[in-house]
C-alpha cells in the first residue's frame, strides 16, 4: 500500500513541476515564442527583465505597460507587439512572476 502511495506520488510529482516552470498566461498569449527564463530570444530573458528592475519602484506599472501597449528601444533591437487583449488583472499577475524570476 506504501509503496503504491508512493509510486503515485512520484508520477503526480512531475508533471507538477514542470508547470511550475511557465504558468500558462505565458503560454497562452504567446509570450514563450519570444522570451524564454533564462535564454535571451528575440526578446530579452525574464530573468534579465526581474533584474534590470530589481530597485525600480515602478516595476509593476513600467511592465505592465509594456505587456498591454508594447515596448520599443530599452533593450535594443526589435520592438514588442502590444497584447492590448489580455486583462489588467491577468498582465498584473504576469509582471508579478516576471519580477519573481
Ligand atoms: C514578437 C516577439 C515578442 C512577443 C510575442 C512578446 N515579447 Fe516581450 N519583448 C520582446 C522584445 C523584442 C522586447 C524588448 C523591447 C524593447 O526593447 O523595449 C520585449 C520586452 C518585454 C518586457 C520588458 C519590457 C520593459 O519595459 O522593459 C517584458 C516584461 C515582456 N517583454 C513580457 C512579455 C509578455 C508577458 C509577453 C506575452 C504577453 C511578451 N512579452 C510577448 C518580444 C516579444
Known sequence: MLKKISIMCFFVYIPLAFSQTI???LKNNNCVTCHTINKKLMGPSWKDIANKYKSNQNAMQTINQSIS???SNKWGGM?????????QEEVTE????????
Not at 509582471?95 to 519573481?100: E, F, N, V, Y
Request: glycine share 4%; no cysteine.
Open 23 to 25: 504558468p500558462s498566461s
Open 94 to 101: 504576469i509582471s508579478k512572476w516576471i519580477l519573481q524570476q
Open 69 to 71: 501597449s508594447g515596448s
Open 79 to 87: 520592438p514588442m507587439p502590444a497584447s492590448p487583449q489580455i486583462n
